[in-house]
């Protein structure tokens, strides 16, 4: 059995594994050599291509033995860098009861993505998306006082998320590993050291993985909390979109960012909002070209949606700039709602009385006392604005958003566009793009406490809930960023951390003894100094060799061929795609210096 508990290798993770498995021509790696039909990103592609993974159903993949060995790589850096600040490691079940999810009230909040089954008794049951619930549920039972506070939890295990359109390989999965952690701290000064602690631990986590990454604000959606960051992996790839200042380190998710835009000034309108008729205008685009009408940063976009708030439908009215796009997860966050829809437009009709082309906030409470009128920031103190009538085929001009319009609640509800200013500095401007989340990290506060009852006697003997936070990592999300920052027309191109070997050592013609045995020495060689090597010792062309080794990606590859008459071999270093004559006897001290370095 090769040792790998070798102090000089940062990386190194103890696999029992027997030396003389290490054999390509014994190892179960599948490679393919066309893309798959049905894959259209580049690390699904790659990944199915490798033999690193099957597909046995939508949404659901096997690790075969390559990408079980990456798992355990990633996890391995995920655990060291837990245990670092303090964490300590648990094991949950996947399988809760639905009681505690209704305790929390996320059985309600969560629709269709969370996977519920009965068991034979009948009872409801859940399969774990995360965790809050199992934890607070183990806290409420065991921690009575300040001072067994803070706790840092946290656990690598199965989770499961019923995606309604599961796709591109490993990037969104019914079914997947994910690192969870839990911190609990008396208040809340605790709970923001706990999360500048993960949020160190994170940056350490995806450095150690070789992604390029940024932290952005984001939403927290069902979540819950105050303030949550996502870790980004820029990919064109990706399905988030990222927001980021080209001056600041502004970053947001584009559900959360804002943008500073340029004032306009407006010309005084009349005293009172004047009616006009405008037969056939359907739209703001429209209203653009109709005589009399207005271009569209001077209307006023008026849309009703159905928000889901405490389990009710409640109607509300939501007022943009006409050139403006709203944001529709800004509405639900803004609103606290669970869910928004458009209205259909019979309930449009019976609410404000015409149809979506001719709605307006002017008079809308007269027609409608339970709307709720929240319109974004840009609209606030504009004047001489144009919007529908609530009466088909007539709009208003002249209206002035203070003096005419009942606004509830003003919020920032529109899609921030590139190009538009930064909010945070005076000279940036916004650049977009796109990102894979690799992960999320959330300040819950008292959400979960509350709601299930954690409470602690602070120093003072007053009973308060205990202050949460939740950190989650995707172990197949770091897999995928790695093939998508890292690979070529060749195949993947692992970063060190994360290959599945260190390095092959492949022998050109398996018919040449002096070949044979040079390459089974220096394998031998290699596993005794620590390194994760495979020996490709197949009955195949060297080129054929070469190829697969290049497409499955291990950084270094040692060529045992003809120069081995004068002691030389070959090394190839995937990455930089060179190759140089060393002696075979200086192998091992080379491969040793890189890992130093
Ligand atoms: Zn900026």
């Known amino acids: 059995m090769a040792s790998k508990s070798v102090a000089h290798l940062p990386n190194s993770y103890a696999l029992s594994e027997n030396a003389q498995t290490m054999r390509w021509s014994r190892y179960f790696i599948p490679t393919l050599r066309e893309d798959p039909a049905d894959a259209e990103v580049i690390s699904h592609k790659l990944l199915l291509r490798a033999g690193v993974i099957r597909q046995l159903s939508a949404g659901i993949y096997s690790f075969l033995p390559l990408g079980q060995r990456i798992a355990i790589k990633v996890m391995q850096i995920l655990r060291e860098e837990m245990n670092a600040i303090g964490g300590q490691e648990f094991f949950l079940p996947a399988l809760h009861p639905a009681e505690i999810w209704q305790e929390s009230g996320r059985w309600y909040a969560i629709g269709d993505e969370m996977f519920r089954l009965k068991d034979r008794k009948g009872t409801d049951m859940v399969l774990g998306m995360t965790h809050e619930e199992v934890f607070t549920t183990i806290a409420r039972s065991e921690i009575r006082s300040y001072k067994q506070l803070p706790q840092v939890w946290y656990q690598i295990q199965t989770k499961f998320r019923d995606e309604a359109r599961p796709k591109s390989g490993l990037m969104r999965i019914r079914t997947f590993i994910m690192k969870d952690a839990y911190t609990f701290d008396v208040d809340r000064a605790g709970l923001d050291k706990s999360f500048i602690d993960q949020r160190e631990a994170y940056k350490k986590i995806f450095t150690r993985c070789g992604l390029q990454f940024l932290i952005v604000e984001a939403s927290s959606g069902a979540m819950g909390g105050s303030e949550s ?38 010309e005084p309108g009349p005293a009172v909002p004047e009616e006009f008729p405008t037969p056939g205008v359907r739209t703001i685009e429209d209203l653009t070209t109709f005589p009399g009408g207005a271009d569209a940063n001077r209307q006023i976009k008026s849309l009703v949606f159905i928000a889901t708030i405490d389990g009710e439908s409640r109607p509300v009215l939501v007022l943009l700039r006409g050139d403006h796009q709203l944001h529709e997860t800004k509405l639900t966050d803004s609103l606290r709602a669970t869910a928004v829809r458009p209205a259909h437009p019979d309930e449009i009709r019976e609410l404000l009385g015409a149809s979506a082309g001719s709605l307006g906030g002017v008079g809308a409470k007269n027609r409608s006392r339970d709307l709720r009128i929240v319109a974004d920031s840009s609209l606030q103190n504009r004047r001489n604005m144009t919007t529908g009538a609530n009466k088909d085929d007539h709009h208003l001009r002249g209206v002035d958003i203070a003096r005419d319009i009942p606004v509830d609640e003003w919020f920032e509800l529109r899609t921030v ?85 260190d390095v092959v050592v492949t022998i050109t013609n398996m018919k040449q003894d002096d070949l044979r045995n040079a390459g089974e020495k220096l394998y031998e060689e290699l596993q005794r100094a620590g390194f994760d090597v495979l020996l490709d010792d197949r009955d195949e062309r060297a080129g054929v060799k070469f190829k697969d080794a290049d497409l499955i990606g291990i950084p270094y590859r040692v060529t045992i061929g003809k120069k081995i008459a004068d002691g030389m071999v070959e090394l190839f270093d995937r990455s930089a795609k060179k190759s140089e004559d060393v002696r075979i006897g200086e192998v091992v001290a080379k491969l040793r210096q890189d890992r130093q370095d």
């Open 229 to 266: 960051n996502e870790f980004m992996a820029p990919s064109p790839a990706g399905e988030d979109v990222i927001v980021s200042c080209t001056n600041c380190d502004y970053a947001a998710n584009l559900e959360k960012a804002t943008s500073r835009l340029e004032a306009i000034a407006d």
């Open 417 to 501: 566009e590139a190009g538009e200013g930064c909010p945070r500095c005076e000279t940036g401007t916004l650049e977009i793009f796109k990102g894979m989340e690799i992960g999320h990290i959330f300040k819950l506060g008292t959400k979960y406490s509350a709601s299930m009852g954690a409470t602690v006697l602070t120093q003072d003997g007053k009973e308060v809930p205990i202050v949460m936070g939740s950190y989650g990592i995707g172990v197949e999300r770091i897999i995928s960023a790695a093939v998508e920052q890292h690979h070529d027309d060749d195949g993947i191109i692992w970063p060190k951390s994360l290959a599945p070997f």
